[in-house]
């Protein structure tokens, strides 16, 4: 069955803990889900390069782009990055690893920032729009303007701006307004993202549903991780 015609399984933010990782996907056969993974696989836990490449591999899986998949490379092309990327949670072990395979530092710089499923249902990293300033307003179709230039800006050391586009805060759970004009500008019915923790033990929803926050603090290693957070809280599926 393809990828399209399988129910979806959302995975928030990883940051290098493939055991939990592991542990959140077993009851969810590779085969049997379309499997999307929302971006941050890397930092804070010592496994990034290798959730990466899980992730990658994964069967019937798609992979979105994080800020601080953004922050890696930035600091693989320019090494006075390095510092800042330490800073924010990166492991010099996986640096030295990305630096050796460079069929996987394409993979990231090919990943889209946003995805639009079927159903009307868009996914992202963050939970707000700021992506909108890396395009004109007035395009057609902001999600394929907006990715098309994600990969520009990764193809020619553009990666401040891109930092700058997918490391806000969130604003779609305090902002309604916000947050419809969002999804009326790219014609969506529902958003998905991850990249602020929060404290429930589901997939935190705001507005109806209308927002969907998938960071349950999965990595035991992330600075605001909490002892007990539920992996379901970032692994689950996406329900209608």
């Known amino acids: 069955m393809a990828a399209a015609e399988l129910p979806v399984?959302?995975?928030?933010?990883?940051?290098?803990?493939?055991?939990?990782?592991?542990?959140?996907?077993?009851?969810?056969?590779?085969?049997?889900?379309?499997?999307?993974?929302?971006?941050?696989?890397?930092?804070?836990?010592?496994?990034?390069?290798?959730?990466?490449?899980?992730?990658?591999?994964?069967?019937?899986?798609?992979v979105l782009l994080g800020n601080h998949e953004v922050a890696m490379l930035w600091a693989l092309r320019d090494s006075t990055r390095v510092g800042f990327w330490v800073g924010i949670g990166g492991q010099p072990h996986d640096l030295a690893e990305l630096a050796g395979d460079e069929p996987l530092q394409q993979w990231i710089r090919e990943r889209p920032a946003?995805?639009?499923?079927?159903?009307?249902?868009?996914l992202q990293h963050c939970g707000n729009d700021d992506c909108l300033g890396l395009?004109?307003?007035?395009?057609?179709?902001?999600?394929?303007?907006?990715?098309?230039?994600?990969?520009?800006?990764l193809a020619s050391?553009?990666?401040?701006?891109?930092?700058?586009?997918?490391?806000g805060r969130s604003a779609f759970a305090t902002q309604p307004e916000r947050l419809e004009r969002w999804l009326e500008l790219t014609g969506s019915r529902r958003v998905v993202f991850g990249h602020t923790p929060h404290r429930g033990s589901t997939p935190e929803r705001y507005h109806g549903g209308r927002a969907i926050?998938?960071?349950?603090?999965?990595?035991?290693?992330?600075?605001?991780?909490r002892a007990g957070s539920a992996l379901g809280?970032?692994?689950?599926?996406l329900e209608d």
Do not use: C, Q
């Open 135 to 153: 395009i004109s307003i007035d395009v057609p179709d902001p999600v394929a303007a907006i990715n098309s230039t994600v990969r520009d800006l």
């Open 9 to 62: 399984l959302i995975v928030g933010d990883v940051h290098g803990d493939l055991k939990r990782l592991f542990a959140a996907l077993k009851p969810y056969p590779a085969s049997d889900w379309h499997t999307i993974f929302l971006g941050d696989l890397v930092d804070y836990g010592d496994f990034g390069v290798g959730a990466l490449r899980f992730a990658r591999d994964r069967p019937n899986s798609d």
């Open 213 to 225: 926050n998938f960071d349950g603090g999965l990595s035991r290693t992330h600075r605001l991780h």
């Open 157 to 167: 050391a553009g990666e401040a701006r891109l930092w700058d586009a997918l490391s």
């Open 233 to 237: 809280a970032t692994v689950a599926p």
């Open 114 to 122: 946003l995805m639009r499923l079927p159903d009307g249902t868009l």
